[in-house]
């Protein structure tokens, strides 16, 4: 299996850390695809390997007994899952399922947890990851409570936008109302409002972006705190 060579990581943790740190996990890391719907790490159950993404979005999501699910938080070549390793614990009640196809590193959550021992710099490094990703976590209860549909939507296409290149979205109108939390009616009514605005395009299956500005204005508070949070921990 092919080992990750620091400088042409496309996962931005993985770029940055100092060299000292990547090392460490070098031997551990394997590249492996990321299919549409598979899940990373399944609910209450034992969390076997973390992954750097490097292309694609993975979605972080919170599921009710009665399989009630909202999406939390967005993970693409910003970041890892596997958040739970970093703060020593072995399983979460969330889910980790693969939004958007690509790439990944993973290497055992055994391995990870060692080369934490080893460097606390290290651990240092990705703890403020992890504060980053609770941000975001935060802002998406936020956004949830207190905005309307069409400033939600316009933030997670925001979202998505930022881990991908170009401005094709993979998706479709169930899987954004299940990330959304809200019924396909209303939500197929909020994208038909952009796309009439010209703001997004729609094929079966997918969204193009046609004006990331539009997007933003429409926002407006609900994005770009976590987006601000992310730069100052990360790369602060």
Known sequence: MPKPIQDQCRNHLLSILIPDDFALLTTHLDIGPLAVGEVLIAANTLIPRVWFVEQGIVSIIAASADAGQIELGLVGREGMV??????????????????MAGMAWSMPADSLRAALIDSPRLHRSLLRYAQAANVQVASTTLANARY????????????????VDGDLLPTTHRFLSLMLG???????????????????????????????????????????MAEAEYVRLVDG
Do not use: F
């Open 82 to 99: 596997g958040v739970p390793v970093l703060l020593d614990a072995s399983r979460t009640p969330d889910e980790g399922r693969v939004q």
């Open 148 to 163: 309307k549909l069409e400033q939600r939507l316009a933030r997670w296409l925001l979202m998505c936008h930022d881990r």
């Open 182 to 224: 809200v019924n396909r009616t209303g939500l197929t009514t909020a994208v038909a409002a952009l796309e009439r605005a010209g703001v997004i395009g729609t094929r079966r299956g997918t969204i193009t972006v046609r004006s990331r500005e539009a997007l933003l204005k429409l926002a407006g508070n609900s994005y770009g």
